[in-house]
C-alpha cells in the first residue's frame, strides 16, 4: 500500500465513530483568496473562502451555521462575475482545533449550467494556489 494511501486509511479509521467526517470529496479543491456573503435565516456572515471546489467550499468564521442549515453563498472573483448558489452546511469546527480554523464545510446544491461555469470560471482564477486535496 502507497504511503498516501496508508495514510488516508490510518486517518479515517481513527476518524469512525469521532463525530468528525470522513472526506469523501469528489472534486479537487484549491485554495483561495476570495471573501464571500454568506446568508441563511438569521444571520449574514461576510468571511474568508479557505478552499473551493466545484462542489463546496470551506468557509472560514467564528460563527459557523448548524449543520444541516441551509444558506445561499455569494462569491465572484476578479473580472469573473459573481455566482450564486444554495448550499448546505455538511460539517462545522466551532473553534479551532488542531485539524484546522474554525469555520464550515458547504455543499453547492442544484447549480444551473450558468452558475456551474461561473463558478468553474472563479475557480481557475483560484489556481494559481496549488491544490491540497479531494472535494
Not at 469523501?24 to 484549491?30: A, E, L, M, W
Request: contains cysteine; aromatic residues 6%; glycine residues 12%.
Amino acid at each position: 500500500m502507497g504511503r498516501a494511501v496508508t495514510w488516508w486509511v490510518r486517518e479515517n479509521r481513527a476518524l469512525e465513530g469521532s463525530g468528525v467526517p470522513i472526506d469523501n470529496r469528489k472534486t479537487t479543491r484549491f485554495t483561495s483568496r476570495l471573501r464571500c456573503w454568506c446568508e441563511s435565516e438569521d444571520i449574514t456572515l461576510y468571511a474568508r473562502v479557505a478552499n473551493l471546489s466545484e462542489g463546496g467550499m470551506f468557509l472560514q468564521t467564528s460563527t459557523p451555521l448548524d449543520a444541516g442549515r441551509r444558506a445561499r453563498v455569494r462569491l465572484g472573483g476578479g473580472v469573473v462575475h459573481e455566482v450564486t448558489a444554495e448550499a448546505t452546511v455538511m460539517w462545522n469546527r466551532s473553534r479551532r482545533q488542531d485539524k484546522g480554523p474554525a469555520g464550515m464545510g458547504l455543499r453547492f446544491e442544484g447549480l444551473d449550467s450558468g452558475a456551474q461555469d461561473l463558478l468553474r470560471r472563479i475557480i481557475s482564477n483560484e489556481q494559481r494556489g496549488p491544490p491540497f486535496g479531494l472535494s
